[in-house]
């Protein structure tokens, strides 16, 4: 699963330095300068962890806390120039799971985030079978369906398929790809990607009128979610 990552902060040079880090990393990121945007794209879009600053032009990040704190978990990672004891006490009374001084370096920010996407990981329930429109996988059995007909799947092909099937339509880019499939080190290898997607459609019939997946040039893939013909 690619996790979504909501940074809420009003300093555009902290924006960039953390959308750097988060994406390098496999991460999704999503800003926001103010709680209002804040609470619009929390609402629209759902993050599993929000990292948090509490100097914002419209309020303090508190009021934002508060705010997902009525309705949910979802883990929040506060970014404060404030190093007293009793700033740390109010902001992990009001909810927060960690808090970062600044400065801070990129190595301990990623720290911080694994921590608790460990946390979710172990709090969410293990999902199996995932099915979305004509096209279902297995995990456990690594199997994959087409409009209930099974087909046959490479390792790489059945992990690719995985990633777009856990997050339809949205865009999954290509160096998260490579990474989660191919390793580290292949960050950079465009062409493994284009030659096996090439492979998979064909398996799956994609065609113009059916495209399963859809290529963002430059940028990776998307699951467009075709309706299985019996739910029609």
Not at 106 to 128: C, M, Q, S, W, Y
Not at 135 to 146: A, D, E, G
Request: glycine share 6%; proline share 4%; aromatic share 8%.
């Amino acid at each position: 699963m690619t996790y979504k990552i909501l940074v809420v902060d009003d300093e555009p040079q902290i924006h960039t330095f953390i959308r750097i880090s988060l994406t390098a990393e496999g991460y999704c990121y999503v800003g926001a300068q103010s709680i209002e945007e804040a609470k619009t794209i929390f609402n629209q879009q759902r993050p599993e962890v929000i990292i948090l600053d509490l100097g914002l032009p419209d309020g303090d990040g508190i009021d934002f806390l508060n705010y997902v704190r009525h309705s949910s978990k979802t883990p929040v990672l506060i970014l404060t120039a404030r190093d007293q004891e009793d700033e740390k006490i109010r902001l992990l009374e009001a909810g927060a799971n960690d808090y970062l001084i600044k400065p801070f370096g990129v190595r301990e920010l990623i720290a911080r985030i694994k921590v608790l996407v460990r946390d979710l990981v172990i709090n969410e329930p293990v999902t199996d079978v995932i099915k979305h429109g004509a096209l279902s996988l297995q995990k456990s059995t690594h199997q994959f369906w087409l409009n209930g007909n099974e087909l046959a799947l490479t390792k790489k092909e059945f992990a690719f398929i995985e990633l777009l099937l856990a997050q339809p339509g949205n865009l999954v880019k290509q160096e998260v790809l490579l990474k989660r499939i191919w390793g580290p080190s292949h960050q950079e290898d465009t062409h493994y990607l284009r030659i096996m997607v090439s492979q998979l459609r064909k398996k799956l019939n994609n065609t113009a009128e059916q495209p399963f997946i859809k290529t963002e040039a430059g940028l990776g893939y998307r699951l467009n979610i075709v309706t299985d013909p019996e739910d029609q």
